[in-house]
Nanobody, 115 residues
Framework: QVQLVESGGGLVQAGGSLRLSCQAS????????MGWSRQAPGKEREWVAR???????ELVAFVKGRFTISRDSAKNTVYLQMNSLRPEDTAVYYC?????????WGRGTQVTVSS
């Protein structure tokens, strides 16, 4: 099992930046991949970014050039750096861990971008 705790959300003006953190309860190098997804009010959850155990990263098209996913293996932490934020980025952001057995989710952190 993996427990995930997100932090770093908050209220920011359009054009601003936030860095989300996701701390895992065990070594992230034992997990196949870590990711971030988000869910806005009234909308389905959508994935945003993913980083594999080998360090390969993927970002969905609408955040490329603005968001970056990275990790600190020594801290068992994955980050989502979000720049040039837009009101449409407002959502609850969830961290996830993909193992052979299951997918684990954190409780989420709220990001609100004001116009």
């Amino acid at each position: 099992q993996v427990q995930l705790v997100e932090s770093g959300g908050g209220l920011v003006q359009a054009g601003g930046s936030l860095r989300l953190s996701c701390q895992a309860s065990r070594s992230i190098l034992t997990i196949n991949a870590m990711g971030w997804s988000r869910q806005a009010p009234g909308k389905e959850r959508e994935w945003v970014a993913r980083i594999s155990r080998g360090g390969n990263t993927e970002l969905v098209a609408f955040v490329k050039g603005r968001f970056t996913i990275s990790r600190d293996s020594a801290k068992n932490t994955v980050y989502l750096q979000m720049n040039s934020l837009r009101p449409e980025d407002t959502a609850v952001y969830y961290c996830s861990a993909f193992s052979d057995q299951s997918t684990y989710w954190g409780r989420g952190t709220q990001v609100t971008v004001s116009s």
